[in-house]
């Protein structure tokens, strides 16, 4: 046996191809999940999974799973996150997770360790959330939040419904999971923040993530004559979206309890240039790191929607799509991780992740952690997302590291 090496130029150049799968006309990356492009970049990861000799299972909600079975039947450690997108999305946001995992992987076989347990490594269905909600869907599924029949049944934005979808794409899966619940999971993610570059640090052991609350909003005024209709008379749907897209953002803004709103999608019916909006549609995503405080967010915005909808004379209705408490990570775990960058000799702080992860929902059932690297200008959901290439293989590094220590190597 010698000893395990991220193989840097291969985990560089998998992170490239796979950011090259699904590119529209303009260029733009988005892989929704169970589109084709999903279906393009699920196939590249399953003949890679399956070139380092894992065996790949697919459950029910269309989860990937690449396992290194042992002779012993333990719960495995398992590693990953999602490859699905947002809409024009950057090439790291998940996809550096599951391909350092299999890069993990593959330096462990190349070393040829014996691990005590097996290993295995997941792409988990619909993180992003963009087709259908929730987000962390497949994760979900997987932690018990969620029944698959549920997901499989959800409609998506374009009308579609996420089973259908996953079997057009062959990702249905015949089966549940491969294993109930894995002795430990961590995720390796890109920070999609500022703070470790902002700090010059180079990894994150994540031991919070933040409450998540996802709503979609729908006024109904009256549609009439832009030009005939005095202001007094108005039922104007698209003004009292937009009187609650700013109150949300207002509040955001002005509090110090590090509470975050965005609206980030709006239609207005009929949409046309010289008619008062009769309905305006639009989602609301609040977050925060305490429960009590995103529960006061969410009363807020409901007292403001009273407000607005009696001074405006409209009404409104409201669909709840997502809403996850904030989590505590695995303080075991968290402290590997620690413990593993500093034996690289790289900086390493404590954080909360802004961002959703499925690492939250396999925390409902196992032991689970993060690992962070830094996100230049702290930017993501968007096309200039990047880190550096150093970054990248440090973070690797820092994965493997806790992984044989979790897999008694
Ligand atoms: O919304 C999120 O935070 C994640 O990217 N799904
Ligand atoms: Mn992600
Ligand atoms: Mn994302």
């Known amino acids: 046996m010698k000893n395990p ?4 130029a291969r985990l560089l150049d998998r992170i490239q191809q796979l950011g090259a799968i699904g590119r529209d006309a303009e260029g733009r990356l988005t892989r929704l999940a169970a589109s084709d492009a999903d279906m393009a970049g699920r196939d590249q990861l399953v003949a890679w999974l399956e070139a380092v000799g894992l065996e790949v299972a697919i459950d029910r909600i269309g989860n990937i799973f690449g396992i290194w079975r042992t002779d012993t039947d333990a719960n495995p450690l398992l590693i990953g996150s999602h490859i699905d997108t947002v809409i024009d999305a950057g090439i790291y946001d998940g996809c550096y997770g599951v391909l350092a995992g299999l890069e993990v992987l593959a330096a462990l076989k190349e070393a040829g360790v014996a691990p005590a347990r097996p290993i295995a490594v997941a792409a988990f269905t619909n993180e992003e959330g963009v087709r259908y909600t929730p987000d962390m869907m497949g994760s979900l599924v997987y932690a018990g939040g969620l029944s698959v029949e549920d997901a499989l049944a959800r409609v998506g934005i374009d009308g579609t419904v996420l089973g259908d979808e996953l079997r057009r794409i062959g990702y249905a899966g015949a089966r549940d999971a491969p294993f109930a619940t894995p002795h430990a999971y961590v995720e390796l993610h890109v920070e999609q923040g500022p703070v470790l570059e902002h700090k010059n640090l180079a990894i994150g052991a994540v031991e919070t993530l933040q409450g998540i609350s996802w709503q979609r909003i729908t006024v109904q005024g009256v549609a009439n004559h832009a030009g ?10 698209g003004y009292a979206a937009a009187k609650v897209a700013a109150f949300v953002h207002e509040r955001a803004k002005a509090n110090t309890s590090g509470s975050v709103a965005t609206v980030g999608s709006i239609a207005f ?8 909006p009769s309905r305006a549609s639009f989602t609301v995503d609040l977050r925060n790191p305490d429960e009590a405080r995103l529960r006061q967010d969410e009363a807020a915005l409901q007292a403001f929607l009273d407000e607005i909808a009696a001074r405006e004379n409209v009404t409104y209705t409201v669909e709840r799509l997502v809403r996850f408490e904030p989590v505590t990570f695995d303080k075991q775990i968290v402290a590997l991780i620690d413990e593993a960058a500093a034996a690289r000799g790289l900086s390493v702080r404590r954080m909360t992740s802004g961002a959703g992860h499925d690492a939250q929902m396999v925390a409902r059932i196992a032991p689970a952690a993060m690992i962070f690297v830094p996100s230049k200008d702290g930017i993501s959901h968007n096309p200039r997302e990047y880190t550096a290439d150093a970054a990248l293989v440090d973070g690797a590094n820092v994965l493997l590291d806790v992984v044989t220590r979790l897999v008694g190597i």
Not at 5 to 8: G, P, T, V
Not at 228 to 237: I, S
């Open 5 to 8: 090496e991220i193989n840097a």
């Open 269 to 276: 019916e009929p949409n046309a240039i010289n008619v008062i």
């Open 228 to 237: 005939t209709t005095p202001m007094a008379l108005r039922r104007d749907a």
